[in-house]
């Protein structure tokens, strides 16, 4: 498995365990700020605070590459 499609529900993610992701979506994740320690804890990195607009070149596209788009970005509210 390379990156789910997680169709628009930015919510799958949080359904999973760091254990449960593939290592291409553990390198996205990271790219974020997120470790595994961090993920299994739910205590997010700054970034997930960050409007799209400033987070880094490299994060959006980490961002993309797990589905995200601005809109989504910007409105999601973690759970």
Do not use: C, H, Y
């Not at 553990?26 to 299994?40: F, N």
Request: proline share 3%; charged share 30%.
């Amino acid at each position: 498995m390379s990156v789910r499609d997680m169709k628009g529900d930015p919510g799958i993610w949080e359904r999973l365990s760091w254990a449960d992701m593939s290592s291409s979506e553990q390198e996205l994740w990271t790219d974020l700020g997120w470790t595994e320690a961090m993920w299994d804890r739910n205590a997010a990195p700054e970034s997930t605070n960050t409007e799209w607009r400033f987070l880094s070149s490299k994060q959006k596209s980490a961002a993309a590459g797990l589905g995200f788009t601005e809109d989504i970005w910007n409105n999601f509210e973690d759970q």
